[in-house]
């Protein structure tokens, strides 16, 4: 099975090994308290997490900004009428959801973008 990769716009480490180089190895000579060093471990990751999961969601945001306006001009490819497709019938006219238009729908609602 072959790899997900990361998108282009995917933000880089923010703690590039050029500005942290410390060793995993060295952490404990560092910090040689086991207790210490576990809470100390905990609250670096929390406050690691925070700056992390912030800079990842902000190029998420931008990412789906573009998606949402391109749906939100995206044509519909089965030439539908506001979402229903038609079909002559023996006695008149029967309507047929779009599925294309309930699934842009249901993205654009999703990601907190109306039609």
């Known amino acids: 099975m072959k790899a997900i990769e990361k998108p282009k716009w995917w933000p880089d480490n923010p703690y590039p090994k050029s500005v942290f180089p410390m060793e995993r190895d060295k952490y404990s000579e560092v910090v040689p308290d086991e207790k210490t060093r576990t ?3 905990g609250m670096l990751g929390r406050e690691f997490w925070e700056i992390a999961s912030d800079t990842i ?4 945001e931008a990412e789906l900004s573009q998606v949402r306006e391109l749906l939100k001009v995206a044509k519909c490819p089965n030439s539908c009428i506001d979402g229903s497709i038609p ?3 023996v006695r008149g006219w029967e309507q047929e959801q779009c599925q294309w238009c309930y699934e842009r729908k249901q993205a654009l609602d999703l ?3 109306k039609k």
């Open 111 to 113: 990601m907190g973008g």
């Open 87 to 89: 079909h002559r019938i």
């Open 39 to 41: 809470a100390l471990s």
């Open 57 to 60: 969601w902000e190029a998420v």
